[in-house]
């Protein structure tokens, strides 16, 4: 073998197909970790790795706890109660990232390299994310994004534990 193999033995050709779909602002499903099954945005890929990684990966700012369901016969109280998000800044192994097509905009400036370096920083970027996330969210486009992973659906004859049925193949269920 004289190709170059990384830590987590996937070739360098993979890689590059990882570094050409993680662009700045893509949706991405993190995959592994403290959050799996979280949908993340990508604010900054760093190709060549820093000193502290020095292998590529991406900074990524996600959405921890979803917003519930909201009727129109709830109270304003309760709709602004059920509408908060809790947010999360993270560096993202590519691999352990599934893009999707979906792009949000979202501020440079808000997660960064030195956001990791001190606690108070990392309070600081998880507080501005929130409140972008829940600008993004009151304006109601890309309501996938806000919207909770459904796993049940994974496999055929599973439970969906939307629906309450036995699903035969996929199911409808948006979750």
């Given at each position: 073998?004289?190709?170059?193999?990384?830590?987590y033995?996937?070739?360098?050709?993979?890689?590059?197909?990882?570094?050409?779909?993680?662009?700045?602002?893509?949706?991405?499903?993190?995959?592994?970790?403290?959050?799996?099954?979280?949908?993340?945005?990508?604010?900054?890929?760093?190709?060549?790795g820093t000193?502290?990684?020095?292998?590529?990966?991406?900074?990524?700012?996600?959405?921890?706890?979803?917003?519930?369901?909201?009727?129109?016969?709830?109270?304003?109280?309760?709709?602004?109660?059920?509408?908060?998000?809790?947010?999360?800044?993270?560096?993202?192994?590519l691999?352990?990232?599934?893009?999707?097509?979906?792009?949000i905009?979202?501020?440079?400036t808000?997660?960064?390299?030195d956001?990791?370096?001190?606690?108070?920083?990392?309070?600081k970027?998880?507080?501005?994310?929130?409140v972008?996330?829940?600008?993004?969210?009151e304006?109601?486009?890309?309501?996938?994004?806000f919207?909770?992973?459904?796993?049940s659906?994974s496999?055929?004859?599973?439970?969906?534990t939307?629906?309450?049925?036995?699903?035969?193949?996929?199911?409808?269920?948006?979750l």
């Amino acid at each position: 073998m004289d190709q170059e193999m990384t830590s987590y033995s996937i070739p360098p050709s993979r890689y590059r197909f990882l570094l050409t779909v993680c662009e700045i602002g893509k949706v991405v499903l993190v995959l592994a970790g403290r959050y799996p099954g979280r949908k993340a945005i990508i604010v900054n890929n760093i190709d060549d790795g820093t000193s502290d990684r020095s292998y590529s990966h991406a900074l990524v700012a996600g959405i921890d706890l979803y917003p519930q369901k909201v009727t129109a016969a709830m109270g304003k109280k309760k709709i602004a109660k059920r509408s908060k998000i809790k947010s999360f800044a993270k560096a993202l192994q590519l691999p352990d990232a599934h893009s999707s097509s979906v792009d949000i905009p979202l501020d440079k400036t808000v997660v960064n390299k030195d956001v990791f370096r001190d606690s108070a920083l990392q309070r600081k970027a998880r507080r501005e994310t929130k409140v972008k996330f829940e600008e993004q969210y009151e304006t109601e486009k890309n309501k996938w994004v806000f919207q909770k992973l459904c796993f049940s659906h994974s496999f055929p004859g599973g439970y969906c534990t939307v629906q309450g049925t036995v699903s035969a193949n996929s199911c409808i269920c948006t979750l």
